[in-house]
């Protein structure tokens, strides 16, 4: 992929061979920092524009007298035409379902919307059976009795529970049966030491569990942990030290957590500019890798579909690496904008593969955006949207070290047999994801049900059957024997980007990820066009009709 930003370079030969990090300071960046500002006060604009449109509109789609919409994201196309994404509420209480997307033309005229669910919100009373601090008591109960037990198959099981969110009276509509429920966050702590916030929606008259979302994304096992060898990085002069910090990229940093799981650790610095010599036992090494992941997903991002930042708001995450001690795991939090990394086994093998931080900074841009239920089919497709994007950043950073392919965590092994965590060309091989859509797909975890995507995002872009791409072997099969010959990747992330952030809501399942990838293909290159035609024909090819 042409890159349209230089500031992720490779050095020079000496550089290589000495394997030492050198870094340009950007204490003064230049003019970076001023535009990505202009952005956002233009994406906030927008946002102002949408929430000054709300009363109408909400009169317009004949809501009812108590509901309202609160604009959550804009995007405006050249042509001017507005897609404009709304929360709603009901009586002042959040609707969980109850997101839309308004796309409107030029003039102001709405074209189309998009429901989560299209159930008219109704309720007999706002007024809770049950009182909140027996909701609180119900939400952790119903968290204490999962401890010992992994309800997800990329989580390790919950050994702790210690505390308890107050909870938050609001209409649960996801399921299409809108009735009034009590979100809880419940916070714990798993038997691999990563932190859990589990967000818990209950029935406020039964108590019945409605749904459970865990909030910190990890990816599990044990490390084998990679290096990006010699980069370029930005930094930060102050006084005499210079910081491991870009304020060309909305100022994100990483920081050291000295094997502590609380706080934010502390910012690398150091007096020379000179950042790491490509070994474990340099701690270092590891935040260049953290560091560079975090500015190449920043830059895909940005020069793919000129996004500022993963809130698309100029702001820049926060990395943090040397977590807890022999912890194999990695996470992104949305709480804390923050992607975390542990040391692996015996703390000597870092989990900062490329593609694991672009698929875990993914998730905070689906958080953003679509705010996919992680459950059901909606859940696969959030997953396979980080799959989907954490291999194009792979393929945008292009690194010697880490050729990019189509397979998932593919160098850390934390299946402990060499193969990669998942397959995009035929997920089944690693004997759990669908490769094709069925009824029951929903019913898999997450990581699974995300294969029928994954396998779609494959096929669009390479093809079908044996072949070789990049150095690697792949053999994709179709579900209705047809030989789809792709379009390309850059072309299959345009139209899957735009799907999730203009036409996906919170509980687009499979055969709504059809009707909005189409929609998406027919804005970016015509409909009935080529690529029109293969994304239908490649959403059969996986039983997606």
Not at 288 to 313: C, H, L, M, P
Not at 323 to 339: E, I, L, Q, S
Not at 343 to 354: W, Y
Not at 463 to 477: D, E, I, M
């Amino acid at each position: 992929m042409k890159r349209k930003l230089a500031t992720v370079a490779v050095l020079s030969a000496t550089a290589l061979l000495t394997g030492v990090v050198q870094v340009s300071a950007t204490a003064q960046a230049g003019p970076a920092p001023a535009l990505q500002a202009q952005a956002a006060r233009q994406h906030a604009a927008m946002i102002a524009l949408a929430n000054g449109q709300a009363g109408p509109l909400a009169k317009a789609l004949a809501l009812g007298g108590q509901e309202k919409l609160v604009a959550k994201d804009a995007v405006v196309d050249a042509d001017g035409t507005r897609h404009l994404r709304f929360e709603r509420t009901f009586a002042g209480l959040p609707v969980l379902g109850g997101d839309l997307v308004v796309h409107q033309k030029a003039d102001g005229s709405v074209k189309k919307v998009d429901k989560a669910v299209s159930a008219r919100i109704s309720l007999p009373s706002l007024t809770p059976r049950i009182p909140v601090d027996q909701a609180a008591a119900q939400a952790t109960g119903a968290i204490r009795a999962t401890v010992g037990i992994t309800g997800d198959a990329d989580e390790s099981p919950l050994t702790q529970v210690h505390r308890t969110g107050t909870p938050e009276l609001v209409v649960w509509a996801s399921d299409g049966k809108p009735r009034l429920a009590y979100r809880t966050v419940v916070e714990g702590v798993r038997a691999n030491r990563t932190p859990s916030r589990q967000l818990l929606v209950t029935d406020a008259t039964t108590g019945q569990v409605l749904s459970s979302h865990e909030q910190v994304q990890t990816v599990s096992g044990p490390g084998n942990g990679v290096f990006v060898g010699s980069v370029q990085l930005n930094t930060v002069q102050s006084g005499g030290q210079y910081r491991l910090q870009d304020d060309t990229r909305g100022g994100q940093s990483t920081s050291d957590m000295n094997n502590g799981t609380a706080g934010n650790g502390s910012l690398f610095a150091n007096p020379t500019n000179s950042w790491g010599d490509g070994t474990v036992s340099n701690r270092e090494s590891a935040a260049v890798d953290a560091q560079f992941g975090a500015a190449t997903t920043w830059d895909f991002y940005k020069s793919a579909f000129t996004r500022n930042g993963i809130r698309n708001d100029g702001v820049g995450a926060a990395s943090r690496v040397h977590y807890d001690t022999n912890y194999t795991n990695a996470f992104w939090d949305d709480n804390c904008f923050c992607m975390t990394y542990g040391d692996g086994s015996g703390d000597s093998h870092p989990l900062t593969e490329i593609d694991v931080a672009g698929h875990e900074m993914t998730h905070g841009v689906t958080a953003a955006t679509a705010g996919l239920n992680y459950a059901g089919e909606s859940g696969g497709l959030n997953e396979a949207t980080s799959d989907i994007m954490g291999t194009m950043v792979e393929w945008y950073a292009d690194l010697p070290s880490n050729p990019p392919n189509y397979w998932i965590g593919e160098l850390i092994n934390l299946n402990g047999d060499g193969t990669p965590l998942r397959y995009m060309d035929q997920p089944s091989k690693d004997g759990q994801s669908a490769d094709y859509w069925s009824a029951d797909v929903g019913n898999l975890d997450v990581h699974y049900s995300s294969g029928v995507a994954n396998h779609f995002f494959y096929l669009l872009s390479e093809g079908s059957g044996a072949k070789t791409v990049n150095g690697f072997g792949y053999n994709s099969p179709t579900a209705d024997g047809s030989t789809p010959a792709g379009i390309g990747r850059d072309k299959a992330a345009q139209i899957w980007y735009r799907a999730l952030t203009v036409y996906f809501t919170s509980t687009t399942d499979y055969a709504g990820a059809r009707a909005a990838t189409l929609s998406a293909a027919a804005d970016l290159y015509g409909q009935g066009g080529a690529e029109y035609n293969a994304v239908a024909a490649t959403w059969s090819a996986v039983n997606v009709n």
